[in-house]
């Protein structure tokens, strides 16, 4: 009498449970989708030889969920994320500027009371200005350091964002550190120049 041949079990489809795993991950969920479409197809054709179908089953919604998602939620959180990213840097350049304005500022005050005169150009003021003053990168131009020869500090108005200028003082106005930043230039004001004070009026003899 002979005996029936041992019935093998049916092997659980391994792209079945790549799928599930896959349909987890916000890129590769649509790896995952695709891979639980095809055990699925798989599987119910061999039905004696796989199964997993819940598994299949379960990648392909959570995939198609997440795909989803991806598709709606990742650019509305983009949306909001990248100009923000893009304010706070613009923000910290302005901040850097601003800072070695006010630097240049203080150099412009200690050449004053060193010399007794104001300087005539940014020229007589740099060696007054720290070294990492001089030797820092204008955050919106990695070219130009903060020196005259350097471009970041010119004499007159800036024309270039990050640029810091000086504007010696005349008789009608004080001397000016200028610095440009993203939105447009902004001052620093020093004091008016000292001049010497009117004759006093003699005494009529009558």
Known sequence: MEQAAPV?????????????ILSFFPVLCIVGLVLGISSAIKIGKRKEELKGRGLAIGGIVIGALNALASCFILPIIAAIAIPNFISYSTKAKDAQVKVVARSVQIAVEEYRVEKNEWPMSVRD???????????????????ETYTLDGGALVDGEPIRTGQIGYVRPNADMPYEVVFYLKAGPERLAGESPDFP?????????E
């Open 8 to 20: 093998s079990k049916p092997k659980t489809s391994g792209m079945a449970i790549w799928s599930l």
């Open 125 to 143: 003021i740099e060696s007054l200005l720290p070294v990492e003053t001089r030797q820092q990168k204008n955050p919106y131009d990695a070219k």
């Open 197 to 205: 004070p009117p004759p006093e009026e003699l005494p009529q003899v």
